[in-house]
């Protein structure tokens, strides 16, 4: 079993993401260019050169450009590689020393000063390049290049330098793919890198580019090819030796220095030595000599002809045929090409669907490994290599590389949210995007949240349970802007004070066209139901997590006709996006000093987990964790975090319905399950589920227009309820596990949580502690689990969404009996909260004797005036009642919205005898009330030291009553005192 103690203290990036942000260490930021000002203006103005050093940059997705600093003379410029405190250089291109000093000299001198500085000398002159290239030109302190006519070269000289010097870590430790260029004349070695160097950019581009994902794009930029200079064959054995595991490909002249020797063979020893060494390796020779064709052939390696006046495109073309810097190609057993492969993930997509023989081939070759590794997945390649054993079978060697290519494409995918296509469907995508606006805040935290996942936990790290996100389509909020802007609503929506008039006007607007196409095709393909959420750039931050105030709502999305599922997703879609303006909206927005035309929308498609139960679909259950619990009770500790389950979908818990709540650590412990007769009143009777039956569908209106609630007896039938289950056995007033015998059920979660069937508690544990790690403070999770069909694994526990919650760690210190117990009104130890609050006099409290839970929704509108009366005087107030504030289910407390109640600084939960509900923490009423820092008491029925005094509210000054409420008023402010370390909280006159 996976437990959270196997985190590490600090989270890890996927092993990809750390490997490649590790390559390319060396990085050349700024170079001397010691030269006159006539050939500076020669480089710089004849090939644009710092548009040529841009689009190289550019164009391999490596970022910012390096610097050009011209320097005329040689003492000027070993005075400025002298000065610790100026320039710092990575190298060094000299044309001229502009004195009486040779470029040896002048690098000997450079080497001095900074022995590990890179010089490179560039001439034109080529009576000058004979005499100072001479015989042996390896043995030079500097590398020797000649002016090839533009400033392209000068791009190619960095690259050689940084290559170089990566060279050890990335291809010798990391693997990251080279190719050897053997060639001792500086002609045809700077035309390379004139040209040659650039045609390899740009196919490493091509490769680039069909990455979705920016980020990786310059992550991947790192991992291209390398390529590693050699002008005589010790300087090639050295490459060879260090990096043969890492060549992809070899280009070698016929002839070159072997022991300062011009040996007219070098080359041919040289490739003996290759193949010996890693003879899979492609080499291609290439000379001037006439009978090198006839040789490049006996040896089965490809050949270049230095005197061919196509030389540069005989180059390109030699690193696609030979060098595997094109498609892949598929070839058959008659050695005609089956198909050509342009990237990882087309080949994801027909992997198993080509010939077992011809992939067998490629791979035996060692083609498809050197292939991927210049498409710069080298952890594929890893993969791929344990997968495949040496006497496996053509069939076998493609199944395993079918099972590792899809395994990789989906785990790399995790975590980047890459640009819509309509290929989404067909591969093993989390995360997509609509539009280039931003994802919102819960967008955001999930593509966070699964980027952690992919790195944290291993694909059975919990046996038999999937644990993953939802895939999800992001529709930014560049169509909320162009929606609003297009229907000319802004002011009307920021100036309407009427929900239903807002929703109605905005199911009137039409979507912006731009988006329409991608809508339908996504909705053409998707045909299981779908929750349509909000994802606000307010929305779970920190402080103010917006939780529950914007809309979700669910759809079937099961209709045969396109046109109905299309206007079904169409209409959800303006229903989130005028959620943004609706009163409760509003007045949280005021709450937490932003303004309402700040705030923009993003829509999250998400596929609902769970499973069709005849005409309603839905998961076994859904939760709600939080890694800090304000109520513990027993040996648990606020720390140890709280888990709200409930049968069906969500919508029970976050809404403030009955729910089993446990701690992780503690899962046999249920608070709220004390006596037999407390199990009975205090499950769960009905439960939330999609209604696929379009007879009872409500009005496109409505945020649950597709939810409907149903009882357990339906559970029970659709075998939901047969591990979440207990049965009351009346004859002996006792609850038994499990639903095998007849008697009234009860939701108790005891084969799951006591019998240990699905690791529930091990698994919520692990994502708390991994989410408060990775955000940096306390987290709360939602998720949703489906059972196997005929035993309880395997199963699937699909992650939600996650967001910060926030925990005040003021200290404050409360005694009982050291306050005047005459102007104490309220008393609790369960208190949420820290702090203390001063400045109220106003309270309004539900009158006990006139309360009945039949009327709760008459209360509300009371509530709701005087809210609004005390709003627009200003004047904070307490806010006492029975039941809990803000719950969906009227027979459970007062079902306030936040706009309802929202200058309540201090609310009283005051259980009555018939009315004694076990507190909320899995709510969004509640998440909002904590990230707002409003008090909040529970005062259970009957605890000793807990109360309300009744005797003191009533003897204050009456400013109002009506049939349910009263509103009273102090002459003195009214103290609150909460200590968040005990719970323990107070209330009193001062």
Request: with cysteine.
């Amino acid at each position: 079993m996976f437990s959270p103690d196997k985190l590490d203290g600090q989270l890890q990036l996927r092993r990809t993401e750390f490997l490649l942000k590790d390559l390319g260490r060396f990085r050349i930021q700024n170079v001397m260019l010691l030269c006159s000002l006539y050939d500076f203006y020669t480089v710089e103005e004849d090939g644009m050169l710092e548009d040529i050093l841009d689009a190289s940059c550019l164009a391999g997705f490596s970022g910012k450009a390096p610097v050009i600093i011209q320097v005329s003379n040689a003492t000027e410029a070993l005075t400025m590689l002298g000065n610790k405190s100026g320039t710092h250089f990575e190298l060094v291109i000299c044309m001229s020393t502009g004195e009486n000093i040779t470029f040896s000299e002048f690098a000997d001198r450079v080497h001095e000063i900074r022995p590990d500085l890179a010089v490179s000398v560039l001439t034109h002159n080529t009576e000058e390049l004979g005499r100072i290239s001479g015989n042996h030109p390896g043995e030079k302190p500097y590398r020797l290049f000649n002016w090839m006519g533009s400033g392209e070269i000068i791009p190619g000289i960095i690259q050689l330098a940084e290559d170089t010097e990566n060279a050890d870590h990335d291809c010798g430790e990391t693997g990251v793919p080279c190719v050897l260029l053997v060639e001792d004349d500086v002609l045809f070695y700077s035309k390379y890198l004139h040209q040659g160097m650039r045609e390899i950019h740009m196919k490493s581009r091509r490769i680039l580019e069909q990455m979705e994902s920016q980020t990786m794009r310059k992550l991947k930029s790192r991992a291209r090819t390398k390529v590693l200079l050699a002008v005589n064959m010790e300087q090639a054995e050295e490459i060879l030796n260090h990096f043969s595991n890492s060549l992809v490909g070899v280009i070698t002249d016929m002839r070159f220095n072997q022991k300062s020797i011009h040996e007219k063979n070098a080359g041919l020893h040289l490739i003996e030595k290759i193949r010996a060494k890693n003879p899979l390796v492609p080499i291609v020779l290439q000379t001037s000599e006439s009978e090198g064709e006839i040789i490049a052939k006996e040896l089965g390696v490809g050949f270049l002809n230095k005197q061919s006046p196509t030389l540069m495109a005989d180059f390109s073309k030699a690193l696609v045929d030979f060098l595997d810097f094109g498609d892949l190609r598929i070839k058959g057993k008659n050695g005609k090409t089956l198909r050509r492969i342009s990237g990882i993930r087309e080949l994801s997509m027909v992997l198993d669907k080509l010939p077992d023989e011809s992939i067998a081939k490629i791979w035996r070759s060692g083609q498809l490994s050197r292939w991927i590794k210049i498409q710069t997945e080298l952890e594929l390649v890893e993969t791929m290599a344990e997968c495949v054993k040496e006497d496996y079978t053509d069939e076998e060697i493609k199944q395993s590389l079918v099972a590792a290519v899809r395994s990789w494409n989906s785990n790399q995918r995790r975590g980047y949210v890459v640009p819509y296509s309509r290929s989404f469907h067909e591969e093993d995508l989390v995360f997509s995007r609509l539009g280039s606006g931003s994802m919102g805040g819960k967008g955001r935290g999930l593509a966070f949240v699964d980027r952690v996942l992919a790195a944290n936990l291993g694909e059975n790290a919990f046996k038999k349970v999937t644990v993953s996100i939802p895939s999800t389509l992001i529709i930014t909020t560049e169509f909320f802007d162009e929606f609003m802007k297009m229907n000319k609503l802004h002011q009307f929506a920021i100036e309407c004070e009427n929900d239903s008039r807002i929703q109605r006007t905005f199911q009137k607007a039409s979507l912006p066209p731009t988006i329409l196409g991608d809508l339908r095709d996504y909705v053409k393909t998707v045909t299981t139901p779908l929750a349509v959420r909000s994802s606000s750039l307010l929305e779970d931050a920190i402080y103010q997590p917006f939780a529950g105030i914007y809309a979700t709502k669910m759809l079937p999305n099961n209709s045969r006709s396109l046109a109905l599922r299309f206007k079904q997703l169409s209409s959800a879609i303006k229903f989130v996006y005028a959620s943004t303006f609706m009163q409760s909206a509003k007045s949280y927005i005021k709450a937490t000093g932003h303004r309402v035309e700040e705030e923009k929308m993003a829509v999250l498609l998400q596929r609902v987990a769970g499973r069709q139960h005849g005409n309603l679909f839905y998961p076994h259950f859904s939760g709600v964790g939080r890694s800090y619990n304000f109520y513990p009770v027993g040996s648990a500790k606020p720390e140890d975090g709280v888990v709200n389950v409930a049968l069906g979908l969500g919508k029970t818990i976050v809404d403030g319905g009955v729910s089993l709540r446990f701690t992780p650590d503690f899962p046999r412990v249920f608070p709220q399950f004390g006596t037999i007769k407390d199990m009975m009143n205090n499950s769960q009777k009905q439960f939330f589920a999609v209604q696929l039956d379009s007879n009872s569908w409500g009005s496109n209106l409505e945020e649950d227009q597709y939810v409907t609630s149903r009882n357990l007896a339906t559970a029970e039938k659709d075998g939901t309820l047969e591990f979440l289950g207990s049965t009351y056995d009346a004859p002996n007033d006792r609850v038994m596990d499990g639903i095998t015998t007849p008697g009234p059920r009860v939701v108790s979660f005891a084969h799951i949580l006591k019998n240990k069937v699905f690791p529930l508690a091990d698994i919520s544990n692990f994502l708390l502690k991994m989410g408060e790690k990775a955000m940096g403070c306390s987290v709360e999770i939602e998720f949703a689990v489906t059972l196997g069909r005929n035993r309880a694994l395997p199963a699937h526990f699909s992650l939600l969404q996650i967001r910060p919650m926030v925990v005040n760690n003021d200290l404050v210190s409360i005694d009982l009996e050291t306050l005047d117990s005459d102007n104490l009104l309220c008393a609790t130890d369960t208190a949420l909260g820290n702090g203390t609050i001063r400045n109220i006099t106003d309270v309004v409290y539900i009158k006990p004797d006139s309360f009945t839970a039949s009327k709760t929704k008459e209360i509300v509108k009371e509530v709701e005036t005087l809210n609004n009366t005390l709003r627009d005087s200003g004047r904070p107030f307490v806010l006492i009642g029975p039941g809990r504030w803000g719950s969906s289910d009227s027979w459970l407390g007062i079902p306030v919205t936040w706009s309802q109640i929202s200058d309540a600084k201090v609310i009283v939960e005051a259980s009555q005898k018939n009315m004694n509900i076990d507190p909320s923490q899995g709510s969004h009423f509640f998440q909002n009330m904590t990230s707002l820092g409003v008090v909040y008491f529970t005062v259970p029925y009957n605890r000793k030291g807990s109360f309300v005094n009744w005797n003191l509210l009533n003897s204050m000054k009456t400013v109002s009553d009506t049939h349910y409420t009263r509103h009273v008023s102090s002459d003195k402010p009214l103290k609150v005192m909460v200590d968040g370390r005990t719970g323990k909280g107070v209330m009193l006159i001062c």
